[in-house]
């Protein structure tokens, strides 16, 4: 399996500030994914982010809310700018690994916003 | 589109039953993929297997098995002799010719009663 870590593992903020969080992979991969789980929801996906590249954001995600680094093949961070209380969720970080046929997702963060 | 749907929201089995969760997905791709993921109360995405589209062959591991049938749109996962630590939420997902970008269904809770 892979070794997915994801900084913070949870954290409280206010409403109106920001948060980054670090997703680091244990070795390189080529795309790495960002999720959000709401509170007793499915996952859903806010964007792919490719090393080298702008990342692209799915519907109802845009650029401004949740910008994302991808400075290199094993690290990403996303981040959650001027917060609301809609905002608390579970942020995970995902990579796919097309030789071994999986795909693996990181510990979540969970976030509070107040 | 796709879609995945997980008609079962939760299922409460005492331990040792069987227990089969259902997924039904939809997409106009040729090749696709399908995982099952577990999350247990602890948050944590676990991943239990992936199939491409190509291959329809049922897959067994120890007291897990999953029964692909294209004709049907289906994935179906089964546990047999559930355990108590089999109590999660049970997440089938759909991939298609973007990898990585995964569809979730809204997941099942299964509750397993010593």
């Known amino acids: 399996s892979a070794v997915i870590s994801q900084k913070p593992s949870r954290d409280i903020c206010q409403r109106g500030t920001s948060l980054t969080i670090q997703c680091q992979v244990d070795?390189?991969?080529?795309?790495m994914f960002w999720y959000r789980q709401q509170p007793g929801q499915s996952l859903t996906l806010i964007a792919t982010?490719?090393?080298?590249?702008?990342?692209?954001?799915e519907s109802g995600f845009v650029i401004d809310k949740f910008p994302i680094s991808r400075p290199n093949l094993t690290f990403s961070t996303l981040t959650v700018s001027n917060m609301s209380p809609e905002d608390s969720s579970i942020y995970l970080c995902?990579?796919?690994?097309?030789?071994?046929?999986?795909?693996?997702f990181g510990p979540g963060t969970r976030l509070t916003v107040t | 589109a796709q879609k995945v749907t997980q008609a079962q929201t939760e299922i409460s089995v005492v331990e040792k039953e069987d227990v089969t969760l259902d997924c039904v997905y939809e997409?106009?791709?040729?090749?696709?993929?399908l995982f099952w993921y577990k999350q247990p109360p602890s948050g944590e995405l676990v991943f239990l297997i992936r199939?491409?589209?190509?291959?329809?062959q049922n897959e067994i591991s120890g007291r897990y098995s999953w029964n692909f049938q294209k004709s049907t749109s289906s994935f179906n996962f089964t546990i047999t002799a559930s355990q108590v630590v089999d109590s999660a939420v049970y997440f089938c997902?759909?991939?298609?010719?973007?990898?990585?970008?995964?569809?979730f269904g809204q997941g099942t809770e299964l509750s397993v009663k010593p």
């Open positions: 997902a759909l991939s298609g010719s973007i990898r990585g970008k995964l569809i």
């Open positions: 070795s390189q991969v080529t795309m």
């Open positions: 982010a490719n090393q080298g590249s702008e990342a692209t954001y």
């Open positions: 995902s990579v796919e690994y097309p030789d071994r046929d999986e795909q693996y």
């Open positions: 997409t106009r791709d040729t090749t696709y993929y």
């Open positions: 199939r491409n589209s190509f291959d329809e």
